[in-house]
Protein backbone atom coordinates (compact mmCIF):
# COMPACT_ATOMS: atom_id res chain seq x y z
CA UNK A 1 0.00 0.00 0.00
CA UNK A 2 1.15 3.51 -0.24
CA UNK A 3 3.41 5.06 2.42
CA UNK A 4 3.51 8.40 3.80
CA UNK A 5 7.18 9.45 5.51
CA UNK A 6 6.97 11.86 8.05
CA UNK A 7 9.85 13.72 9.53
CA UNK A 8 10.55 14.29 12.38
CA UNK A 9 8.92 12.33 14.83
CA UNK A 10 9.21 15.00 17.59
CA UNK A 11 10.90 17.96 17.86
CA UNK A 12 11.71 20.24 20.94
CA UNK A 13 12.13 23.80 19.70
CA UNK A 14 12.58 27.41 22.34
CA UNK A 15 9.96 29.91 21.91
CA UNK A 16 10.06 32.01 18.92
CA UNK A 17 11.67 30.17 16.44
CA UNK A 18 10.41 28.17 13.52
CA UNK A 19 9.95 24.55 12.54
CA UNK A 20 9.47 23.03 10.18
CA UNK A 21 7.79 19.39 9.40
CA UNK A 22 8.14 17.51 6.18
CA UNK A 23 5.94 14.61 4.56
CA UNK A 24 6.46 12.62 1.80
CA UNK A 25 4.79 9.98 -0.20
CA UNK A 26 7.21 7.12 -0.74
CA UNK A 27 5.48 4.89 -3.44
CA UNK A 28 2.98 7.22 -5.29
CA UNK A 29 2.55 10.86 -6.04
CA UNK A 30 0.07 12.98 -3.75
CA UNK A 31 -1.34 16.01 -5.49
CA UNK A 32 -3.52 16.38 -2.08
CA UNK A 33 -1.83 16.14 0.83
CA UNK A 34 -4.12 16.88 4.33
CA UNK A 35 -2.44 18.10 7.91
CA UNK A 36 -3.64 17.46 11.23
CA UNK A 37 -3.26 18.68 14.71
CA UNK A 38 -4.07 16.86 17.72
CA UNK A 39 -4.20 17.88 21.31
CA UNK A 40 -3.95 15.40 24.10
CA UNK A 41 -6.89 13.44 24.71
CA UNK A 42 -8.59 14.79 21.48
CA UNK A 43 -9.44 13.85 17.95
CA UNK A 44 -7.82 15.05 15.11
CA UNK A 45 -8.61 18.52 13.73
CA UNK A 46 -8.21 19.03 10.30
CA UNK A 47 -5.91 22.09 9.78
CA UNK A 48 -5.41 22.82 6.47
CA UNK A 49 -5.56 20.84 2.90
CA UNK A 50 -2.13 20.93 0.84
CA UNK A 51 -2.61 20.76 -3.18
CA UNK A 52 0.71 20.58 -5.13
CA UNK A 53 1.36 23.67 -7.31
CA UNK A 54 -0.80 26.23 -5.79
CA UNK A 55 -1.89 27.54 -2.20
CA UNK A 56 -3.00 25.95 0.45
CA UNK A 57 -6.64 25.34 1.71
CA UNK A 58 -6.86 26.51 5.78
CA UNK A 59 -9.64 25.47 7.84
CA UNK A 60 -11.26 27.77 9.75
CA UNK A 61 -9.42 29.69 12.73
CA UNK A 62 -6.17 28.18 11.35
CA UNK A 63 -3.58 30.94 10.73
CA UNK A 64 -1.86 30.33 7.56
CA UNK A 65 0.36 33.23 8.37
CA UNK A 66 1.61 31.12 11.61
CA UNK A 67 1.06 27.56 10.02
CA UNK A 68 2.91 27.83 6.32
CA UNK A 69 2.23 25.17 4.22
CA UNK A 70 4.12 24.57 0.87
CA UNK A 71 3.66 21.41 -1.61
CA UNK A 72 6.37 22.29 -4.53
CA UNK A 73 6.24 18.73 -5.76
CA UNK A 74 4.35 15.72 -6.43
CA UNK A 75 5.82 13.80 -2.94
CA UNK A 76 6.67 16.71 -0.73
CA UNK A 77 4.18 18.83 1.71
CA UNK A 78 6.06 21.03 4.58
CA UNK A 79 4.56 22.41 7.48
CA UNK A 80 6.40 25.28 9.03
CA UNK A 81 5.24 26.47 12.69
CA UNK A 82 6.46 29.98 12.57
CA UNK A 83 7.51 31.84 15.63
CA UNK A 84 6.57 29.04 17.88
CA UNK A 85 4.82 29.31 21.35
CA UNK A 86 4.09 27.20 23.73
CA UNK A 87 0.00 26.68 22.96
CA UNK A 88 1.70 25.28 19.55
CA UNK A 89 2.82 22.17 21.18
CA UNK A 90 0.92 19.65 19.90
CA UNK A 91 0.94 16.38 17.69
CA UNK A 92 1.00 16.99 13.74
CA UNK A 93 0.26 14.27 11.44
CA UNK A 94 0.16 14.28 7.54
CA UNK A 95 -2.11 12.33 5.60
CA UNK A 96 -2.48 11.93 1.95
CA UNK A 97 -5.06 9.73 -0.20
CA UNK A 98 -4.19 6.47 -1.34
CA UNK A 99 -4.62 5.91 -4.85
CA UNK A 100 -4.77 2.21 -5.05
CA UNK A 101 -7.15 1.18 -1.98
CA UNK A 102 -9.46 4.20 -2.02
CA UNK A 103 -8.55 5.48 1.27
CA UNK A 104 -5.97 7.35 3.36
CA UNK A 105 -2.57 6.64 4.35
CA UNK A 106 -0.73 8.44 7.63
CA UNK A 107 2.03 9.15 8.31
CA UNK A 108 3.63 8.42 12.02
CA UNK A 109 3.51 12.52 13.11
CA UNK A 110 5.34 14.79 14.79
CA UNK A 111 5.33 15.42 18.13
CA UNK A 112 6.28 19.14 18.29
CA UNK A 113 7.26 20.87 22.36
CA UNK A 114 7.73 24.58 22.27
CA UNK A 115 9.85 25.67 25.68
CA UNK B 1 -20.21 18.05 3.77
CA UNK B 2 -19.27 15.27 6.50
CA UNK B 3 -18.98 14.61 9.96
CA UNK B 4 -19.30 11.55 12.72
CA UNK B 5 -20.55 11.13 16.24
CA UNK B 6 -19.24 8.55 18.17
CA UNK B 7 -21.18 8.12 21.22
CA UNK B 8 -19.78 7.43 24.39
CA UNK B 9 -16.10 9.10 24.90
CA UNK B 10 -15.22 5.69 27.07
CA UNK B 11 -16.24 2.52 27.20
CA UNK B 12 -14.92 -0.17 29.65
CA UNK B 13 -15.05 -3.79 29.06
CA UNK B 14 -14.14 -7.09 30.50
CA UNK B 15 -11.25 -9.44 29.14
CA UNK B 16 -13.48 -11.82 26.85
CA UNK B 17 -16.60 -9.65 26.45
CA UNK B 18 -17.78 -7.77 23.83
CA UNK B 19 -16.46 -4.42 22.06
CA UNK B 20 -19.04 -2.20 20.43
CA UNK B 21 -17.92 1.11 19.64
CA UNK B 22 -20.94 3.38 18.35
CA UNK B 23 -20.33 5.85 15.15
CA UNK B 24 -23.21 7.58 13.32
CA UNK B 25 -22.46 9.62 10.18
CA UNK B 26 -24.00 12.58 8.82
CA UNK B 27 -22.62 13.00 4.63
CA UNK B 28 -24.83 15.01 1.40
CA UNK B 29 -22.97 12.29 -0.66
CA UNK B 30 -22.13 8.54 -0.77
CA UNK B 31 -19.76 8.31 2.21
CA UNK B 32 -16.57 5.98 2.65
CA UNK B 33 -16.15 5.01 6.35
CA UNK B 34 -13.16 3.83 7.95
CA UNK B 35 -12.16 2.59 11.67
CA UNK B 36 -8.76 3.49 12.89
CA UNK B 37 -7.01 2.79 16.34
CA UNK B 38 -4.42 5.60 17.90
CA UNK B 39 -2.00 3.74 20.85
CA UNK B 40 -0.27 6.21 23.30
CA UNK B 41 2.19 8.90 21.27
CA UNK B 42 1.66 7.06 17.91
CA UNK B 43 0.33 7.32 14.80
CA UNK B 44 -3.18 6.28 13.32
CA UNK B 45 -3.54 2.32 12.29
CA UNK B 46 -6.62 1.59 9.79
CA UNK B 47 -8.81 -1.12 11.45
CA UNK B 48 -10.79 -1.42 8.58
CA UNK B 49 -12.65 0.69 5.65
CA UNK B 50 -15.86 0.74 3.93
CA UNK B 51 -16.33 2.01 0.23
CA UNK B 52 -18.42 0.10 -1.75
CA UNK B 53 -20.03 -3.91 -1.98
CA UNK B 54 -20.63 -5.91 1.36
CA UNK B 55 -21.84 -3.94 3.94
CA UNK B 56 -19.95 -6.50 6.46
CA UNK B 57 -16.05 -5.24 6.86
CA UNK B 58 -14.04 -7.59 8.50
CA UNK B 59 -10.83 -5.45 9.58
CA UNK B 60 -7.53 -6.94 11.59
CA UNK B 61 -6.88 -7.92 15.03
CA UNK B 62 -10.77 -9.28 15.06
CA UNK B 63 -12.85 -6.13 14.13
CA UNK B 64 -15.64 -6.08 12.06
CA UNK B 65 -18.22 -2.95 11.33
CA UNK B 66 -21.21 -3.13 9.67
CA UNK B 67 -22.58 -0.14 7.49
CA UNK B 68 -26.01 0.13 7.80
CA UNK B 69 -27.47 3.07 5.53
CA UNK B 70 -30.69 3.48 6.73
CA UNK B 71 -29.67 4.03 10.23
CA UNK B 72 -26.58 6.16 8.79
CA UNK B 73 -24.06 4.14 11.37
CA UNK B 74 -21.05 2.17 11.23
CA UNK B 75 -20.68 0.34 14.51
CA UNK B 76 -17.35 -1.12 15.54
CA UNK B 77 -17.43 -4.83 16.94
CA UNK B 78 -15.28 -7.21 18.01
CA UNK B 79 -16.42 -10.92 19.88
CA UNK B 80 -14.14 -11.23 22.56
CA UNK B 81 -12.36 -8.19 24.02
CA UNK B 82 -8.29 -8.54 24.45
CA UNK B 83 -6.27 -6.55 27.11
CA UNK B 84 -4.10 -5.34 24.03
CA UNK B 85 -7.22 -3.47 22.42
CA UNK B 86 -6.89 -0.48 25.20
CA UNK B 87 -6.55 2.10 23.19
CA UNK B 88 -8.34 5.18 21.64
CA UNK B 89 -10.52 4.84 18.63
CA UNK B 90 -11.55 6.90 16.17
CA UNK B 91 -14.65 6.75 13.31
CA UNK B 92 -14.32 8.95 10.07
CA UNK B 93 -15.93 9.81 6.86
CA UNK B 94 -14.86 10.86 3.12
CA UNK B 95 -17.13 11.38 0.45
CA UNK B 96 -17.45 8.81 -1.94
CA UNK B 97 -15.01 9.63 -5.47
CA UNK B 98 -13.85 13.13 -3.91
CA UNK B 99 -10.50 12.73 -3.99
CA UNK B 100 -9.70 16.36 -3.12
CA UNK B 101 -11.55 15.97 0.29
CA UNK B 102 -10.17 14.82 3.57
CA UNK B 103 -11.39 12.31 6.26
CA UNK B 104 -13.42 13.96 8.88
CA UNK B 105 -12.84 12.10 12.19
CA UNK B 106 -15.23 11.73 15.30
CA UNK B 107 -13.81 12.71 19.07
CA UNK B 108 -12.57 9.06 19.43
CA UNK B 109 -13.90 6.80 22.29
CA UNK B 110 -11.49 5.43 25.02
CA UNK B 111 -11.35 1.58 25.32
CA UNK B 112 -9.97 -0.09 28.46
CA UNK B 113 -10.16 -3.30 28.93
CA UNK B 114 -10.07 -4.92 32.15
CA UNK B 115 -8.97 -8.52 33.68
Known sequence: ?115 | AQSVTQLGSHVSVSEGALVLLRCNYSSSVPPYLFWYVQYPNQGLQLLLKYTTGATLVKGINGFEAEFKKSETSFHLTKPSAHMSDAAEYFCAVSGANQAGTALIFGKGTTLSVSS
Open chain 1, 1 to 115: GAVVSQHPSWVICKSGTSVKIECRSLDFQATTMFWYRQFPKQSLMLMATSNEGSKATYEQGVEKDKFLINHASLTLSTLTVTSAHPEDSSFYICSARDPTQGGYTFGSGTRLTVV
